[in-house]
């Protein structure tokens, strides 16, 4: 059964940055599409992040564009998400998930997900 393991979160100020790791256990690492999603207190569940099999091709939402990098490491079995110029808005549980199918950036094309890591950006 595959299982995702994410770590790196904490309280970072304005302007500084985080890079969460996911690490993925009980599976083909190669064979799934990562994402990123993140959950604010009171707010429905958003995309941040995708990246593909190889690496190839990734998409974010428009609000990180420039800011996020999403990543993996085949060899280490592990995605990254490099949060830089973090912003007071960015303050949300993030949790990485495995695709299984659908688009890539929906919530339901993802069957695994880790236990979330809190990220909080302090003003």
């Known amino acids: 059964q595959v299982r995702l393991v994410e770590s790196g979160g904490g309280l970072v100020q304005t302007g500084g940055s985080l890079r969460l790791s996911c690490e993925f256990f009980g599976g083909t690492f190669g064979a799934y599409t990562m994402g990123w999603f993140r959950q604010a207190p009171g707010k429905e569940q958003e995309f941040v992040a995708t990246?593909?099999?190889?690496?190839?091709?990734?998409d974010y939402v428009d609000s990180v564009k420039g800011r996020f990098t999403i990543s993996r490491d085949g060899a280490k079995d592990t995605s990254y998400l490099q949060m830089n110029r973090l912003k007071p808005e960015d303050t949300a549980v993030y949790y990485c998930?495995?695709?299984?199918?659908?688009?890539?950036?929906?919530?339901?094309?993802?069957?695994?997900w880790g236990q979330g890591t809190q990220v909080t950006v302090s003003s």
């Open positions: 990246i593909s099999y190889g690496g190839a091709t990734t």
């Open positions: 998930a495995a695709r299984t199918g659908g688009p890539r950036n929906s919530a339901t094309s993802y069957s695994f």
